[in-house]
């Protein structure tokens, strides 16, 4: 594959019919500032490939009179020249997607064309990709200040933004106090308030002193490396990651489908932080742990980051994939595998390159479809994992034999059937048509008796009636079930082998053996009965299974009805008791007492359970012409292979379960695992599924100095071979995506706005970074030292831009009003998880208990079939509810109404930056959500339990609201309330100070 988006050489070219002269003098002036700004600034729009509004900027022949609205270039004219109408005005339609030229650019373009146009003939413009985020890396130097700014310089992050300062003339903002730097670190780093004790704590360690003016910067540190130690933080940062990558329990789209195996992933990236696992082996175990890490368990939990977002169930399960649904359906499933991919680690929008080359970045289809291929072979799906390697290594050794010896065994069927010539394909399609003739008249949904089910079918079964006293019988009739689940049809589970009884005791030490079928193979009755003459006295009846019959890959014994006749031909079994050695109870269809209900299936045409049973005796005594005991002995080693096989599969200990990538799963419907073998992936012309192109090849993205982006896979490589190759192109050294995306992200957390303004997407419609050589600094440092979050955090937190105060200053704000220089601390609302989380800790109801399944926040109904998610009827005093939030069920169609009303992340798309609104709903939701008022409850009878005096109590609920004492004026009129109107409506309100859910 050719990866160059767009490349030209310098050439010779014909111009107006001839051949145009060496460069004149005034040539010079394009050269150096005019061809400049076209390679620059127009040529990715307007080249010989993607020639926007038909012109063509590469040559003078194709610039030069050449669009197609009329004279874009008129050499001499100026006015006449379309070019520059779309160059100037308030809001310039060109360049698109990028900042408009500057006033000094347009002056020499429009100067370029009055002088004539002149434009060297042997001069051909080549696209100049320059764009900031595909530079290479390198270390910027640290910035000299002057020495006055020295002082203010704890980290090299304050040099960088200290000198964009000076140039603007502002400054830093003073030092925040104590109390401020406390609750920022903690929610900045955990997601929790301090607590009372935490803040007075940190507070006096942390407070000014005569000798030493500002915070104590030894104590600092030990705060950051407290709280970075503390299993809160993992928790903290997995939500930030979580939001990125449109983790979700559920699958989104119609049925919107649990997906109860999530949560491990989702516990994997909390650990994952805790652990401060380098961030170049956390991208490749999301991408091809299984591949990269093999027997390692995080190695398959990092895979469900390509199965976190959404997923369509009934385009997968329920529309097969050669229908056009079902083709659009996996094509956008691979399609948010690869968005998700290039999104996260390398913000990247290739996204926009799915039904035509990207508008904007140097992406073609070729190189969107070659990510698909990546892809290609895996789903989303449950997916074993061990903890101990060698388990899963036997396990997945003996599901590989197990293949195998099936295969053999229907190899060795179809050489039977093959013997059998005509003859047996008649007789088998005459069992079959008759088979669907032997319909019961009318359902009975009870169905009858049914053991427990058996791996092998000589497994002893009994059931047994109690006549309650002794009977003078005549005969014994057994009928057999009918099942209509699956087209299992008449007859299931009657008894291979089998005897019938009778005794005068329950303990059968007298029995009389009435029926003895056990030496031989019972044809199966159908919907006929099966009659037997007793002609003696007894009170009890036994049926034995000696051999049980097939189920699929089990066996099991099952009737529908037992008749007991005594001498004047009535059925004295009715309401008879049943007992068992086993039975499976799930009425109304199986259970005991439906055996003597007086309740079975009768034939719709007993004369086609006749003949179906003489034709089965005919196919029976063919196979058994053709079953050479050679076969039989092959078959008989080949079953027992199988059930060999099953023991020891049944006998590992049991693996876990996560949602995740994977090849190998139980088909579902029209979803069947592909077995590794990648799926045919072709270029989609305006991505129509029903248009396909050449064939995709698996390649990465281009970058300058490195175009060829084709990866290099050997011949007959696995499917993982192809993720391998791109984990380890997104974690190479050299990328300059991937380390400058990632601290980009970081860095947003902390201030509440990144450095490059649109985290998601570092390409011409992003916005370009405030601060690009704080930006690459930061990169190369995460990069070189550890790839370790944790020092990244503690370098961003101790230096004095993290330490400032938010206090406005009118003067700075004049010139810079959105602090996108950082002269003050943004001010920042708490987000949805941290509210409820400060409310659980500060009502004393926060269970901090770490990991597994997601507690619901809702009543679930219609599980099986389309959930519905009720939150109205969930009650918010269920204790399993008050832990963190990062481990509540998150469900996609149905979102928690008051999470959502606090802004919380869409979990169907990425959501790199949270929205900030201010609505009256939020503040309604805040006062009357059931939540609010139960946790108001619970915070009304902890401060009473706490503060001996209402004075007090209010104290202690500042305290714990907002990590300081309370004022005079506070404790008065707060009291005052209280006595007014109770301590929880109180405590209500407490809730609700701005100053609680908003941080400095």
Known sequence: ????????????????????????????????????????????????????????????HKAIDGGDSGASIVAGDASASFLLDYLVGEKPEMPKGSPPLAAEEVADIRQWIADGAKWPSELQLEVKDDWWSRQPLTRP?????????????????????????????????????????????????TGLPPTPQEMRTWSQKLGESDETPGLNDEAYGQLVDHLLASPRYGERWARHWLDVVKYADTCGYDKDKLRQNAWPYRDYVIRSFNEDKPYAQFVQEQIAGDALFPGQADGILGLGFIAAGPWDFIGHVEVPATKIDGKNARNLDRDEMVTNTLNTFCSVTIQCARCHDHKFDPYTQQHYYGLQAVFAAVDRAERVYDLDPKVQQRRQQLATRKKEVAAQL???????????????????????????????????????????????????????????????LSKIVLHPCYDDYAGIGAGFGFPVRFKIEVAANPQFDDAEIVVDETRHDVTNPLLGSYQAEA??????????????????????????????????????????????????????????????????????????????????????????QIETPERISRRDKLQAEQQRIDRELSGLPVGRMVYAAATQFPAQGNFKPTGGRPRDVHVLHRGNVTDPQEAAIPCALPLPGDEDCQFSLPTGHSEADRRAALAKWITADDHPLTWRSIVNRIWQYHFDQPIAGTPNDFGRMGQEPTHPQLLDWLAVEFRDNGQSFKKLHRLIVTSSVYRQSSTHNEANAGQDGSNQYLWRMNRRRLEAEEIRDSILSVSGQLDLTMGGPGFYLFELEKAEHSPHYEYHKFDPREAASHRRSIYRFVVRSQPDPYMTTLDCADSSQSTPQRDETLTALQALSMLNNPFQLVMAEAFAKRIEAEGETLEKQVDRAIWLTLGRSSTELERREYATFAQQHGLIQLCRVLLNQSEFVYLD
């Not at 009535?570 to 799930?586: G, Y």
Request: hydrophobic share 40%; glycine share 4%; with cysteine.
């Open 1 to 60: 594959m050719n990866c160059l988006f767009v490349r030209f050489a310098l050439i010779a070219v014909l111009f107006c019919g001839g051949l145009v002269q060496a460069a004149e003098p005034d040539e010079t002036f394009f050269r150096q500032q005019v061809a400049p700004i076209l390679a620059g600034k127009c040529l990715r729009c307007h080249n010989d490939a993607q020639h926007g509004g038909g012109l063509s900027l590469t040559t003078a």
């Open 535 to 624: 002609n003696r006295t007894a009170q009890f009846i036994r049926i034995t299974a000696t051999k049980l019959a097939t189920r699929q890959n089990d066996f099991i014994f099952a009737l529908s009805e037992v008749e007991v006749f005594d001498a004047a031909n009535q059925n004295v079994a009715r309401t008879s008791v049943v007992t068992s050695h086993d039975s499976i109870e799930a009425p109304p269809r199986w259970r005991r007492t439906n055996l003597v209900d007086g309740r079975w299936p009768k034939s719709l045409d007993p004369t086609a359970t006749e003949k179906l049973i003489v034709a089965r005796g005919q196919l029976a005594k063919l196979e058994g």
């Open 410 to 472: 229907a190899s060795l069927q179809e050489e039977i059937k093959t013997a059998g010539g005509n003859q047996l394909v008649e007789l088998r399609q005459q069992v079959e048509s008759l088979r669907s003739k032997t319909l019961p008249v009318a359902n009975v949904p009870e169905h009858g008796y049914h053991s427990q089910i058996e791996p092998t079918a000589n497994a002893a079964k009994w059931v047994q009636i109690n006549l309650e006293h002794p009977v003078e």
């Open 141 to 189: 130097e640290v910035p000299a200040l002057r020495s006055e700014r020295q002082a203010s310089v704890r980290t090299p992050i304050d040099a960088f933004v200290i000198a964009q300062l000076d140039k603007r003339g502002m400054q830093l903002s003073s030092e925040a106090d104590a109390r401020t730097i406390v609750r920022r670190l903690y929610y900045d780093l």
